[in-house]
């Protein structure tokens, strides 16, 4: 079993920052792709970045040079820098992970974290 639990999710004005961080824990033999994705009331989940276990990084159109995604494979961790944040920004964002363990290879998700911008 493979578990993923975010952190850092609150509120934030318009124009503000916030960073997640993702952990990812269990019986992990190695982690492909991490990536995060977000879903907005009403709307279907979405991709917002996906880094490789090399470092490629891949951003959705909407907020390419606003978000950063980075990785410590030293620790299991995914993180997600997110400055300029908007309005339309606001969602659940969760972190997914591409997981290889004992057992076999697996896509896991965590939870999910509440980023809201708002004034």
């Known amino acids: 079993q493979v578990q993923l639990v975010e952190s850092g999710g609150g509120l934030v004005q318009p124009g503000g920052s916030l960073r997640l961080s993702c952990r990812a824990s269990?019986?992990?033999?190695?982690?492909?792709?991490m990536g995060w994705y977000r879903q907005a009331p009403g709307k279907q989940r979405e991709l917002v970045a996906t880094i490789t276990n090399v470092g490629n990084t891949n951003y959705a159109d909407p907020v390419k040079g606003r978000f950063a995604t980075f990785r410590d494979n030293t620790q299991n961790t995914v993180d997600l820098q997110m400055n300029s944040l908007k309005p339309e920004d606001t969602a659940v964002y969760y972190c997914?992970?591409?997981?290889?363990?004992?057992?076999?290879?697996?896509?896991?998700w965590g939870q999910g974290t509440q980023v809201t911008a708002s004034s």
């Open positions: 997914s992970a591409d997981v290889r363990t004992l057992t076999g290879r697996y896509d896991s």
């Open positions: 269990g019986n992990i033999r190695m982690i492909y792709d």
